[in-house]
């Protein structure tokens, strides 16, 4: 009996450790499963229950003009974002003072309806509006970690936020877009919408020097309080910024070409008016302004059809600005010069039918080709321009850049329109042409021309970039090829011929400008109605360039329908005016010898 109860301990003893042992094998086994053979799956699943991917934005690249001015740049902004899931169980404390003893304090919870009403009135919403954004987001999720609750507000309005210290409530950075000089070359630079993404002018254009690339991270939270765990952060993506653009417009010159181009068109009550300089040598354009213009900071202030470049998309009949490209073919092609002959009636019927008259009644008129300049005879130039024919001067229109969109390719630019192939236009066409009606040509379109003939006959690309650096600092920059259109010889009789214009024709004291030579064309033109005829308002223009005998800038003019002085009358003071800032601004040496003399009558 006492050797068999002696046993029994022992049966415990070793039942007992057998449990044990099996015990800690389930243990081991668990252990090696969620340590070993399940590590990877698990810890991806934590990590999706603890980690937030975040874009980080890369920022946008600055647009800049010849001077390195700042016409765009990005800002830092936020993003303000909460957690719904933690927002309907997290529990806020805070120390608020004992009202049985106030030299103490003691934790209450703050509800989640006071929050909402202290976050919400920091971004301009009301509590129920940012407790209805945490409902919806879990009716859609219950397990919703991000919402958003206002996007882009600026530095001061974060720091409020986040003195609210709400534990799931944090911002994101978001740069944004900014435009530092307003309506300065607004209608150039276009503008973003509230994404980021271009919607107009060279933020469109050159987006793919501008754009950058986002990229994402991700990092671990606290499930206590949501703060970022420090350390944690994994980069999935890397950002990069955009590259910076720089502009060949001179921002100074710009808002004075505006401030002028503007107060003139209220002067003489005209619906818009474009006003460009360009630079002679280059092709280069130091300021291209369209009034009214827009401010990109706030585009819809503006009305529509004042928001773009109309200097690029708005194509109009150039009138008789254009006869002096036709001098300048018809002096290349050998078939006349500056004293070649002509009677030029009031009215003129050719053989094949086509009735030309000028502006107003006059008895007939003993002019040389410089003299169908001088008095802008429609009659005088309309047999010069014969001596040519349609596809020799249609293809002198092509070389000169008409009829197609210029270098910048500017959104919405238009190519204009050349009443189609010479072989197809009609009796009236064929001499419309010559002084610059039947036909459409842009602002731009109609400079490049001058600086044609101003630079010898060479046209240069028309450029609004110099070029762009990226972030990786590699830089690109435009084509500045010339071609030459005319000779230089026929170049500089055209030029001298528009230097007896700016003296002689029936503006010389309005477009004065002492010390310089200056070669210079009005043009009054009627506007398409769209429905074949014209509609009774005129688009009144200057184009021309200076010092004549040593050229550097084009300055075209252009004003619609100024009621109140609707001739090119209303141009003329501010082409004076833009051209005298402009030789002022750049220093240009005053001409010396004076004009050529050239007799306009004979």
């Not at 502006?359 to 009659?379: A, K, M, P």
Request: net charge negative; with cysteine.
């Amino acid at each position: 009996m006492k050797n068999r109860t002696s046993r029994h301990p022992m049966r415990r003893i070793l039942l007992s450790a057998a449990l044990l042992i099996a015990l800690v094998g389930v243990f081991v086994v668990r252990l090696v499963d969620i340590q070993v053979v399940r590590a990877s799956e698990l810890n991806e699943q934590a990590q999706d229950a603890r980690s937030q991917p975040v874009t980080v934005w890369g920022s946008r690249g600055d647009i800049v003009d010849a001077n390195g001015k700042v016409l765009a740049d990005s800002v830092m902004r936020y993003d303000i974002v909460l957690s719904p899931k933690q927002a309907s169980k997290a529990l806020v404390e805070r120390d608020v003072p004992d009202p049985e003893n106030p030299d103490k304090t003691m934790e209450v919870e703050v509800p989640l309806a006071q929050l909402a009403a202290e976050l919400g009135a920091e971004v301009g919403l009301t509590g129920d509006q940012v407790q209805g954004i945490i409902a919806s987001e879990l009716a859609a999720d219950p397990d919703s970690d991000y919402a958003y609750v206002a996007k882009l507000v600026d530095t001061e309005t974060y720091e409020r936020v986040k003195a609210l210290d709400i534990p799931w409530v944090y911002a994101d950075e978001h740069p944004s877009r900014r435009y530092p000089n307003g309506a300065v070359a607004g209608n150039l630079v276009g503008w973003v919408d509230p994404d980021g993404a271009p919607v107009a002018g060279i933020e469109l254009a050159e987006d793919k020097c501008l754009a950058g690339a986002n990229g994402e991270v991700s990092y671990l939270h606290s499930l206590q309080d949501w703060v970022k765990i420090p350390g944690t952060e994994i980069v999935h993506e890397q950002a990069h910024d955009g590259g910076t653009l720089k502009l060949t417009i001179d921002t100074d010159l710009q808002w004075e070409v505006q401030r002028i181009a503007e107060a003139q068109r209220q002067a003489v009550g005209a619906s818009w008016a474009m006003v460009t300089v360009m630079e002679v040598k280059t092709g280069r354009l130091l300021a291209v302004a369209d009034v009214p213009t827009v401010d990109p900071n706030d585009p819809s202030a503006t009305d529509k059809a004042d928001r773009g470049s109309r200097s690029f998309t708005a194509p109009f009949e150039p009138g008789s600005t254009f006869k002096a490209l036709t001098a300048a073919s018809v002096i290349n092609a050998g078939k006349a010069d500056p004293l070649s002959q002509v009677v030029a009636p009031y009215r003129i019927v050719f053989p094949n039918g086509a009735n030309i008259n000028d502006s107003s009644g006059h008895d007939d008129q003993n002019l040389t080709l410089t003299g169908v300049l001088v008095e802008s005879s429609n009659t005088g130039m309309s047999q010069f321009g014969e001596l040519m024919t349609d596809r020799a001067r249609y293809d002198d229109m092509l070389k000169f850049g008409l009829g197609a969109k210029t270098e910048v390719d500017f959104p919405a630019e238009e190519p204009g329109d050349l009443h189609g192939d010479p072989d197809d236009w009609d009796n009236q066409t064929k001499y419309a042409t010559m002084f610059g009606q039947g036909l459409t040509t842009t602002a731009v379109q109609i400079a490049s021309a001058y600086q044609t003939i101003a630079n010898g006959g060479v046209r240069m690309p028309v450029s609004l970039v110099d070029g762009c650096v990226g972030d990786d600092g590699t830089a690109t920059s435009p084509a500045s090829q010339g071609e030459q259109v005319i000779s230089p010889e026929a170049a500089n009789a055209t030029s001298q011929m528009l230097e007896r214009v700016y003296q002689d024709a029936w503006l010389s004291d309005e477009w004065n400008i002492p010390g310089y030579r200056v070669a210079a064309k009005t043009g009054t033109a009627q506007v398409p109605d769209g429905e074949g005829g014209y509609l009774k308002e005129y688009l009144v223009s200057v184009s021309g360039f200076a010092p004549a005998d040593d050229p550097q800038f084009v300055v075209s003019v252009s004003y619609m329908n100024a009621v109140k002085m609707n001739s090119s009358a209303a141009s003329a003071p501010v082409f004076q005016e833009v051209m005298s800032q402009v030789l002022k601004k750049y220093r240009t040496v005053p001409s010396g010898a004076p004009a050529p003399e050239l007799p306009a009558t004979w």
